[in-house]
């Protein structure tokens, strides 16, 4: 499975970004679909996440309410729009799929499948 990222850039504070996350294929182990964000000195983290075939979410709670993930399912692709973007927001993004949400959501060790990061930069 190949996942092909895109967006991402540098916003000032309070604006808005939208990243992209194209899936080569879809199968069962790609059933969950979600974005990490690793900011320098930090672990990999979740911010949100959905499972494709009942599109149920998963978000974080420092972008509960700012961020928003949905899915194409004619292109295959999740986005992760983002609003309210705060300098702490700040990090290297990836998207990430797997067979199972609540194993993406327990640990980013449990992830069998990254993307290529994507830097978001919020100017204060």
């Known amino acids: 499975v190949q996942l092909q990222a895109s967006g991402g850039g540098l916003v000032q504070a309070g604006g808005s970004l939208r990243l992209s996350c194209a899936a080569s294929e879809h199968t069962y182990s790609t059933n969950a679909r979600g974005w990490f964000r690793q900011a320098p000195g930090k672990e990999r983290a979740i911010v949100a996440a959905i499972d494709w075939s009942r599109g149920s979410t998963y978000y974080a709670d420092s972008v509960e309410g700012r961020f928003t993930i949905s899915r194409d399912n004619a292109k295959n692709t999740v986005y992760l729009q983002m609003n309210s973007l705060r300098p702490e927001d700040t990090a290297v993004y990836y998207c990430?799929?797997?067979?199972?949400?609540?194993?993406?959501?327990?640990?980013?060790?449990?992830?069998?499948?990254w993307g290529k990061g994507t830097q978001v930069t919020v100017s204060s």
């Open positions: 990430a799929t797997d067979s199972s949400l609540a194993a993406m959501k327990r640990s980013h060790s449990f992830v069998d499948y």
